[in-house]
């Protein structure tokens, strides 16, 4: 009998997937059987990430942009919810250091 991956058509959503915490995210995902999507600025590393996961059987969508802009987060969620039918999970593994509270950020933060 084969064994069922954990996050088998979970479908997921991983910014800042290009590098490092995010890259890592991707990989194991894509290695429990999930249906993820990498979201990044870097064009090139996030490509370059999805290409190599297809050693483990599956290469990511890549969507490429600034998630500080919430026109675009919004867009990638429809373009996720279009392509497969649902997001069961989202890894903000994108950012940068800004000390703030939720409430005291801005989008131009």
């Known amino acids: 009998m084969k064994e069922e991956k954990q996050f088998a058509n979970r479908v997921i959503i ?3 997937g290009a590098s490092g915490m995010g890259a890592a995210c991707v ?3 894509i290695t429990l059987g999930a249906l993820v999507t990498i979201v990044d600025r870097n064009d090139e590393g996030a490509k370059k990430v999805a290409h190599d996961c297809a050693k483990f059987g599956a290469e990511p ?3 490429t942009g600034d998630v500080a802009s919430s026109e675009f987060c919004d867009s990638i969620v429809e373009q996720v919810v279009n392509a497969h039918g649902k997001l ?3 890894v903000n593994a994108a950012g940068t250091i800004h ?3 939720a ?3 801005t989008d131009d933060d």
């Open 103 to 105: 409430l005291g950020t």
């Open 61 to 63: 969508m890549v969507i």
């Open 14 to 16: 991983v910014t800042g």
């Open 88 to 90: 069961d999970v989202l």
């Open 99 to 101: 000390r703030a509270n």
């Open 27 to 29: 990989e194991q995902f």
